[in-house]
T-cell receptor, first 114, second 114 residues
Framework: KQEVTQIPAALSVPEGENLVLNCSFT??????LQWFRQDPGKGLTSLLL?????REQTSGRLNASLDKSSGRSTLYIAASQPGDSATYLC?????????????FGKGITLSVRP | GAVVSQHPSRVICKSGTSVKIECRSL??????MFWYRQFPKKSLMLMAT?????????EQGVEKDKFLINHASLTLSTLTVTSAHPEDSSFYIC??????????FGPGTRLTVT
């Protein structure tokens, strides 16, 4: 059974700091991995999606990497801002197809202090 | 980008009553929709996979007679919580797939059963 782990559960950093959020998964035979952002009481916003054949994806100040063989992914946030404060979840998908499920980690709650 | 809506965003109901939550894909057709439940400080738990025109597939431990799912069209899936109890209070989120590799999430529905 696939398990996704995100440690630590919470992180507080000063504004401007570069930071890395970690995600690990037990079954390396994934189809893709997605990073999401969730604000309190809100739904999920997709940030980056990495296919199993890719090593990284970038969007603005965000960079996500994937090391499938070791079962790890990182989300790098450059020059963090208070507006980045949110919970970040990673999720893996084992196979392609519309019915393919996502398995989520518990998320990392990030607080960026002004 | 692909947009998924949920209605209502918040609902308070009395114990014993039923509540219906709608999930709509606004600008694309979704053959598959997913229903999740999220407890405070916990990850998303997949409840069921909903396919247009067929019965939903429920995850282990989810009561299909209590959580009725209907996917009548390519843009609408509904979740009905029957005979709701306080322990059903939670945040319910749906997602819809536009392609076979990405899901788009709705904003969620906060259910409170008194």
């Amino acid at each position: 059974k696939q398990e996704v782990t995100q440690i630590p559960a919470a992180l507080s950093v000063p504004e401007g700091e570069n930071l890395v959020l970690n995600c690990s998964f037990t079954d390396s035979a994934i189809y893709n991995l997605q990073w999401f952002r969730q604000d309190p009481g809100k739904g999920l916003t997709s940030l980056l999606l990495i296919q199993s054949s890719q090593r990284e994806q970038t969007s603005g100040r965000l960079n996500a990497s994937l090391d499938k063989s070791s079962g790890r992914s990182t989300l790098y946030i450059a020059a963090s801002q208070p507006g980045d404060s949110a919970t970040y979840l990673c999720a893996v998908r084992l196979y392609s197809g519309a019915n393919s499920k996502l398995t989520f980690g518990k998320g990392i709650t990030l607080s960026v202090r002004p | 980008g692909a947009v998924v809506s949920q209605h209502p965003s918040r609902v308070i109901c009395k114990s014993g009553t039923s509540v219906k939550i709608e999930c709509r894909s606004l600008d694309f057709q979704a053959t598959t929709m997913f229903w999740y439940r999220q407890f405070p400080k916990k990850s998303l738990m997949l409840m069921a996979t909903s396919n247009e025109g067929s019965k939903a597939t429920y995850e282990q431990g989810v009561e299909k007679d209590k959580f009725l799912i209907n996917h009548a069209s390519l843009t609408l899936s509904t979740l009905t919580v029957t005979s709701a109890h306080p322990e059903d209070s939670s945040f319910y989120i749906c997602s819809a797939g536009q392609s076979d590799y990405e899901q788009y999430f709705g904003p969620g529905t906060r259910l409170t059963v008194t």
